[in-house]
C-alpha cells in the first residue's frame, strides 16, 4: 500500500471536520479576538479556509516562498465564502495526495522568505504533517473556542462536543 493511501482516511475525515466547523463561523464579528493577541476572527477563519491551498502547495513544488506574494490573504465575507474556498483546495489537495509516489515523500520541501529565512527545511511528509495538517488542526481548535465565545455550536471532532454527542 502507498503511503498516500494510507494518509487518504485521515485527510478526508480532518477536512470533514474543518468543512463543519467553517460552516458555523458567524459573518458579524469579523473582528472578534478573545485576547488583544490573539488573531481576529475574521483572519483566523480565512486563514482556516486557505490553509487547504497550502497543502497543495507542499505536495506539488519543492518549495514556497512567502516574499513572492503568492499567498494572498482571502477576505472574510461570509461562512459560505470560507467553506468555498475550503472545498476548492481540499479537492486539489485530495488530487495531489492521490498522485504523490512514496519517493516523493523523502524529497526536501522548504519554506522561505526572501530567499534567507528558512522557515521549514525538511521532508515532504514532515511538511505536509507539520506545515500543512497540523497546522490547520492547531487553528481549527482556535476556531473552536472562537465558536463557543461567541454562541456558536462547537462541532464533535475527535469526539463529543457539549453541543454534539455523535450518538453517544
Known amino acids: 500500500m502507498q503511503i498516500s493511501e494510507l494518509l ?12 463543519t466547523t467553517l460552516e458555523r ?3 458579524d464579528k469579523p473582528e472578534f479576538a478573545p485576547h488583544s493577541k490573539s488573531m481576529p476572527l475574521g483572519k483566523l477563519a480565512p486563514h482556516v479556509a486557505q490553509l487547504a491551498g497550502f497543502g497543495f502547495s507542499i505536495l506539488t513544488t519543492p518549495q514556497v516562498d512567502f516574499s513572492t506574494g503568492s499567498y494572498k490573504p482571502l477576505p472574510f465575507q461570509s461562512a459560505a465564502q470560507l467553506v468555498s474556498a475550503f472545498d476548492e483546495g481540499a479537492a486539489k489537495v485530495r488530487k495531489a495526495l492521490t498522485a504523490t509516489p512514496d ?9 522561505i522568505f526572501g530567499g534567507n529565512k528558512i522557515l ?3 521532508q515532504r511528509f514532515l511538511a505536509y504533517r507539520q506545515m500543512f495538517l497540523n497546522h490547520l488542526v492547531h487553528h481549527r481548535a482556535q476556531l473552536g473556542v472562537y465558536l463557543r465565545l461567541n454562541g456558536q455550536k462547537v462541532p464533535a471532532i475527535y469526539g463529543p462536543s457539549a453541543d454534539e454527542t455523535l450518538g453517544f
Open 8 to 19: 487518504l482516511p485521515e485527510f478526508d475525515e480532518e477536512m470533514k471536520k474543518t468543512r
Open 25 to 27: 463561523v458567524p459573518a
Open 103 to 111: 519517493e516523493a515523500w523523502e524529497q526536501n520541501w522548504k519554506l
Open 120 to 122: 521549514f527545511n525538511g
